[in-house]
């Protein structure tokens, strides 16, 4: 183990402070949202204490501070993605509508009929839906790269499908169903010698690991604030400013404009190009603090911890008889996804609940892959920087204290 104190930073949170069910919370949902630090929920609150205001286009005090704190909360994001620079960070509500900008903007206006667009077998429902929703308006086709049963993506048949067809390749970082850290640089690489272009969803990517656009290549990263201890309503999407220079506007409206006219309308430049509307300002403050927050802690150490943590449940999993694991990838992040033989995930669920630990039932926003793995869904126990081995123990004793009700 290293340095990290998971139960010091918790202290940093005050919803884990609370009782659920006449228990302390164990709050192992962290894949559908983190809690926030208080430093996110003081940033909020100053914001619209003091600065709330329009930005980009005041005349007043309030307007030019509401400016700087949106404008300095890119920089940051610039910085923590290393980003070339901030033409390069676009504002969006989260990773579902940074993936739907892509999609409507960039896929439909350069794909053709016969052009192909690769998403991997287990991807989130929003890094599919907006490329069928593209496909069917270009005439292109959406083919899945296929995922093994231990949930891993298929090198060999990802390789053999990359052929002059495939224009797009659209993967996660991390799979939010399974846990899987899937091979990204790789695949980025390999995307590319085949000449087409790559999107990441990131939105199980940077809550757990350092990411670094420029290194990795990638021609999009897409995520969402809200998964990475960041408030709800956030997202960013990145892309290299040859690309988002090429695509069309997505949403119009006000700021996204250079001048307006019934003879023809200009477009603003980079980044404000795809940002119609007010943005949500107080949302990127706070965005730029859970960015803080988390750069104030020893990143390598905090994936050492989480990993730890991973291997420490799967361990216990092995063990607990049962208890069916899905999804066992040789590299796991956040995401710890499983059956107990006989029982309903949402019984499971709801008997934790009553013990005060939270985790999340269902298909996770991944229909694909539970069809293909013959199972409605599974529990889902998912990490965060504040989660210790003690919460693992609490879930393990949980689910035998949930086996004995059920079976
Ligand atoms: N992709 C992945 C891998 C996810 O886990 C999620 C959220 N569950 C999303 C995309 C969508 O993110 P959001 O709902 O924040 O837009």
Not at 21 to 43: E, F, H, R, S
Not at 233 to 258: D, R, S
Not at 277 to 285: D, F, K, Q
Request: glycine share 10%.
């Amino acid at each position: 183990m290293t340095g990290f104190d998971a139960k010091t930073l918790r202290a940093d949170f005050p919803a884990l402070q609370q009782e659920v069910n006449g228990q302390p919370l164990i709050y192992l949902d962290n894949a559908a949202t983190t809690q926030k630090p208080q430093a996110v929920i003081d940033a909020l609150s100053n914001y619209y204490s003091r600065d709330n205001s329009n930005v980009h286009r005041g005349a007043h005090a309030l307007s030019d501070r509401a400016t700087v704190a949106f404008e300095d909360a890119r920089k940051k994001v610039v910085q923590f993605l290393n980003a070339g620079s901030s033409k390069e960070v676009l504002w969006t509500r989260g990773t579902t509508e940074s993936i739907n900008l892509v999609a409507s903007s960039y896929a439909r206006s350069v794909l053709k009929e016969g052009d192909r667009i690769l998403v991997s077998a287990m991807e989130h429902h929003s890094n599919i839906v907006p490329w069928q929703l593209a496909a069917q308006t270009c005439g292109a086709e959406v083919v899945a790269i296929p995922v093994s049963e231990n949930g891993e993506v298929e090198l060999d048949a990802y390789k053999a499908l990359l052929d002059e067809r495939v224009k797009l390749v659209a993967v996660g970082h991390v799979s939010n169903a399974l846990g899987t850290v899937n091979p990204i640089r790789e695949m980025i690489q390999l995307a590319h010698d085949a000449g087409a272009k790559i999107l990441i969803d990131g939105a199980q990517g940077v809550p757990h690991f350092d990411v670094d656009v420029q290194a990795l290549d990638c021609d999009f990263y897409a995520f969402s604030g809200h998964k990475m201890y960041g408030p709800t309503g956030t997202g960013v999407l990145y892309g290299k400013e040859a690309l988002l220079e090429q695509m069309p506007p997505y949403h119009g409206g006000g700021e996204m404009i250079k001048t307006v006219s019934f003879d023809g309308t200009t477009f603003n430049e980079l980044p404000f190009k795809f940002e119609a509307g007010t943005p949500n300002i107080g949302g990127a403050v706070g965005l730029a603090a859970a960015v803080d927050y988390l750069q104030g802690i020893d990143r390598a150490a905090l994936a050492a911890h989480e990993t730890a943590l991973m291997q420490y449940a799967h361990e216990r999993a092995a063990g607990f008889e049962g208890l069916k694991r899905i999804g066992c990838a040789k590299t796991i992040a956040g995401a710890f996804s499983f059956l107990l033989e006989g029982v309903h995930p949402a019984d499971v669920g709801m008997l934790l609940d009553q013990q005060g630990i939270a985790v999340r039932t269902g298909d996770h926003c991944a229909q694909p892959i539970m069809k293909q793995f013959g199972i409605p869904g599974t529990v889902r126990a998912s990490f965060a920087l504040y989660n210790t081995r003690e919460d693992v123990d609490a879930l393990f004793a949980g689910l035998e204290k949930a086996k004995t009700f059920l079976l």
